[in-house]
């Protein structure tokens, strides 16, 4: 059975770089890797997406060793405005599973 | 931009009643998702349509049931509600899923239900 996990609760401060942990099964190489920021009373919102290495957009970067059983979203230089809910989402072929969520507390 | 719309920010029904939660989205996208979102059990999948009437079952799919009769529109049933389906509910939508790629999804602003 397909499993991800997260941790419960990460807290940082203003001007650091977050890097939060989804653990998986083994995945192909061509299963993806998603992972979402959901802010309270609203839906979750992509953030980034991968299938391998380091990939890399306006907002995060996503790391996926080699062995492939685990992924970490990279947050450079967070500000308050990044307290939120992070999900990782894994698509094993037909298999989708959200780990259960880690809540990041950006601290002044 | 896509929009996901859910008919109802939050609703309150008794246990028995058949409840009906509408989701709309504006893109033209062949996949829509019903979710339901527990405190520390993230996202887990009710069920998922990738056509117009077409639906596949999640991992929970006991006491609901869901109908795509046209391409924007997803509806998610309570045949009979009952206290233990009190949970917000989110709707999704995506474009299909190839071999090569997989969408993002994006999602509603979530429906909280409460089943008295």
């Known amino acids: 059975l397909a499993k991800t996990t997260q941790p419960i609760s990460m807290d940082s401060y203003e001007g650091q770089e977050v890097n939060i942990t989804c653990s998986h099964n083994?995945?192909?190489?061509?299963?993806?890797i998603t992972w979402y920021q959901q802010f309270p009373s609203q839906g979750p919102r992509f953030i980034i997406q991968g299938y391998k290495t380091k990939v890399t957009n306006e907002v995060a970067s996503l790391f996926i060793p080699a062995d492939r059983k685990s992924s970490t979203l990279s947050l450079p230089r967070v500000s308050l405005s990044d307290t939120a809910v992070y999900y990782c989402l894994v698509v094993w072929n037909n298999d989708m599973r959200f780990g259960a969520g880690t809540r990041l507390t950006v601290k002044p | 931009d896509v929009k996901v719309t859910q008919s109802s920010r939050y609703l309150v029904k008794r246990t028995g009643e058949k409840v009906f939660l509408e989701c709309v989205q504006d893109?033209?996208?062949?996949?829509m998702f019903w979710y339901r979102q527990d405190p520390g059990l993230g996202l887990r999948l009710i069920y998922f349509?990738?056509?117009?009437?077409?639906?596949e079952k999640g991992d929970i799919p006991e006491g609901y049931s869901v109908s795509r009769e046209k391409k924007e529109r997803f509806s998610l049933i309570l045949e009979s509600a009952s206290t233990n389906q009190t949970s917000m509910y989110l709707c999704?939508?995506?474009?299909?899923?190839?071999?090569?790629?997989?969408?993002?999804?994006?999602f509603g602003d979530g429906t909280r239900l409460s089943i008295l």
């Open positions: 349509s990738y056509d117009v009437k077409m639906k």
């Open positions: 083994n995945i192909a190489t061509n299963d993806y």
């Open positions: 999704a939508s995506s474009t299909l899923w190839t071999d090569d790629s997989n969408q993002p999804q994006h």
């Open positions: 893109m033209d996208h062949e996949n």
